[in-house]
């Protein structure tokens, strides 16, 4: 067979690559502390669950408008109004399965070949992979230890150009755990506004998962709505990863652009579980404050055992599920270090390099597992850094 060029330029998430070679480990029975998965160890909370098996029950099985059941659309509407303090109508949601094609949308709507379009690195690596396929010009912004992982908004200045066709947020972020500063919105907003043709992909599937603070969207920003596409969904904050549940809230004609695509690739998201994500967003959210609640301790625990290493020094994130540590102190490249971690101490977790060049430098640990797993992973690292370092 012979393949399109553009599929030569498509990346793809090393997280399952790791995992795929961390399995392979544990088939041959060497064991392994897993920190790298992206996704929350927690069930599914029990009524979301029901009301899945009711609609099925319910003969909820055809194929739904391609946007989302009405139900769906005015339950996020009425979530994102609250969360930005503005009307939201339901004709600016667009359900999906999963948040991913929101951002393979963003990008097929919105970027020529050639176009440049600035994005955290590191970052999400989905986000590269999309923007080489589509022939996009990456422009990355720098993110670092050094200022908590915050976007240096005077680098941010100087890197949008005419060219510049679409931002990226990713707010709290992915693998760093940092938060764009809420007192960094307003001058990030004009930067945009400056430009004509400029507009934000707002990724805030973390928003949920914060650990202090509210979450601030850069779309409450005065001028902002009609410039952004919130992308958010269920796989985290309802620990609904394998459901494929997203959605992406824009301006009204934007959304209509991105039903289309819906209709060209998906047709719509499954009719069921959009009912159960009106259950999720309607429903008691006492599971999601008692995970978050349950993340914060985990992060404290991580962190405090990371800063114990010689080598490591992590700073506390400000949300999700990840610790991004600084590891230059072992005088190891991030790739063999995280090699090191998993062949020699039976700990899986990804290079910061997975999530682009700007993670040379540091390991993404997930703390998406049980405290006594987090601690036997410690135990493991510091046992095989410490005469690394030592020596
Ligand atoms: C930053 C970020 N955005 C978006 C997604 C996509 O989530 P999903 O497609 O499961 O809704 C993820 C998943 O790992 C993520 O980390």
Same mark, same amino acid.
């Given at each position: 067979?012979?393949?399109?060029?553009?599929?030569?330029?498509?990346?793809?998430?090393?997280?399952?690559?790791?995992?795929?070679?961390?399995?392979?480990?544990?088939?041959?029975? *060497?064991?392994?502390?897993?920190?790298?998965?992206?996704?929350? +160890?927690?069930?599914?909370?029990? =009524?979301?669950?029901?009301?899945?098996?009711?609609?099925?029950?319910?003969?909820?099985?055809?194929?739904?408008?391609?946007?989302?059941?009405?139900?769906?659309?005015?339950?996020?509407?009425? =979530?994102?109004?609250?969360?930005?303090?503005?009307?939201?109508?339901?004709?600016?949601?667009?359900?999906?399965?999963?948040?991913?094609?929101?951002?393979?949308?963003?990008?097929?709507?919105?970027?020529?070949?050639?176009?440049?379009?600035?994005?955290?690195?590191?970052?999400?690596?989905?986000?590269?992979?999309?923007?080489?396929?589509?022939?996009? #010009?990456?422009?990355?912004?720098?993110?670092?230890? #050094?200022?908590?992982?915050?976007?240096? $908004?005077?680098?941010?200045?100087?890197?949008?150009?005419?060219?510049?066709?679409?931002?990226?947020?990713?707010?709290?972020?992915?693998?760093?755990?940092?938060?764009?500063?809420?007192?960094?919105?307003? %001058?990030?907003?004009?930067?945009?506004?400056?430009? #004509?043709?400029?507009?934000?992909? !707002?990724?805030?599937?973390?928003?949920?998962?914060?650990?202090?603070?509210? =979450?601030? &969207?850069?779309?409450?920003?005065?001028?902002?709505?009609?410039?952004?596409?919130?992308?958010?969904?269920?796989?985290?904050?309802?620990?609904?990863?394998?459901?494929?549940?997203?959605?992406?809230?824009?301006? *009204?004609?934007?959304?209509?652009?991105? !039903?289309?695509?819906?209709?060209? &690739?998906?047709?719509?998201?499954?009719?069921?579980?959009?009912?159960?994500?009106?259950?999720?967003?309607?429903?008691?959210?006492?599971?999601?404050?008692?995970? $978050?609640?349950?993340?914060?301790? %985990?992060?404290?625990?991580?962190?405090?055992?990371?800063?114990?290493?010689?080598? $490591?020094?992590?700073?506390?994130?400000?949300?999700?599920?990840?610790?991004?540590?600084?590891?230059?102190?072992?005088?190891?490249?991030?790739?063999?270090?995280?090699?090191?971690?998993?062949? +020699?101490?039976?700990?899986?977790?990804?290079?910061?390099?997975?999530?682009?060049?700007?993670?040379?430098?540091?390991?993404?640990? !997930?703390?998406?597992? !049980?405290?006594?797993?987090?601690?036997?992973?410690? %135990?493991?690292?510091?046992?095989?850094?410490?005469?690394?370092?030592? %020596?």
């Amino acid at each position: 067979m012979r393949y399109a060029d553009r599929m030569g330029r498509l990346g793809t998430e090393t997280a399952f690559e790791v995992l795929a070679k961390a399995k392979k480990l544990e088939a041959e029975g *060497k064991s392994i502390v897993h920190l790298e998965i992206g996704q929350p +160890d927690f069930p599914t909370p029990p =009524h979301i669950v029901e009301a899945a098996a009711k609609a099925l029950r319910d003969g909820h099985t055809g194929y739904t408008p391609a946007p989302g059941v009405p139900e769906i659309r005015e339950a996020v509407a009425e =979530h994102i109004a609250a969360r930005l303090g503005q009307p939201v109508h339901p004709d600016e949601v667009v359900v999906t399965p999963g948040a991913k094609p929101i951002m393979f949308y963003m990008f097929l709507a919105f970027v020529e070949a050639g176009d440049e379009v600035v994005y955290p690195n590191p970052g999400f690596p989905i986000y590269e992979s999309m923007l080489d396929f589509v022939g996009a #010009k990456r422009v990355p912004l720098p993110l670092t230890a #050094k200022n908590g992982f915050r976007v240096d $908004v005077d680098l941010l200045e100087r890197l949008v150009t005419d060219r510049t066709r679409v931002l990226i947020l990713n707010t709290p972020g992915n693998p760093t755990g940092g938060i764009v500063a809420p007192e960094d919105l307003p %001058r990030i907003a004009q930067i945009v506004l400056r430009r #004509k043709d400029l507009v934000v992909l !707002s990724d805030e599937i973390y928003s949920r998962i914060l650990f202090g603070g509210r =979450h601030a &969207s850069i779309a409450a920003q005065p001028g902002m709505r009609e410039r952004t596409v919130i992308l958010d969904g269920f796989s985290k904050t309802y620990a609904m990863t394998g459901w494929r549940l997203g959605y992406g809230v824009m301006p *009204k004609e934007c959304a209509a652009r991105f !039903s289309q695509l819906m209709v060209n &690739s998906n047709s719509c998201t499954a009719n069921f579980v959009q009912r159960a994500g009106v259950a999720a967003l309607r429903g008691p959210q006492d599971a999601v404050d008692a995970m $978050v609640a349950e993340f914060a301790r %985990r992060r404290d625990l991580i962190v405090d055992g990371l800063n114990a290493i010689p080598g $490591v020094r992590a700073i506390k994130p400000d949300g999700a599920f990840y610790v991004f540590p600084d590891t230059t102190g072992t005088g190891l490249r991030s790739g063999d270090l995280a090699n090191k971690l998993l062949f +020699d101490a039976g700990v899986a977790c990804l290079s910061g390099t997975c999530f682009g060049a700007h993670g040379e430098g540091y390991l993404r640990f !997930s703390f998406a597992n !049980s405290p006594d797993n987090l601690r036997e992973g410690l %135990r493991r690292i510091r046992a095989c850094l410490a005469p690394a370092v030592a %020596r």
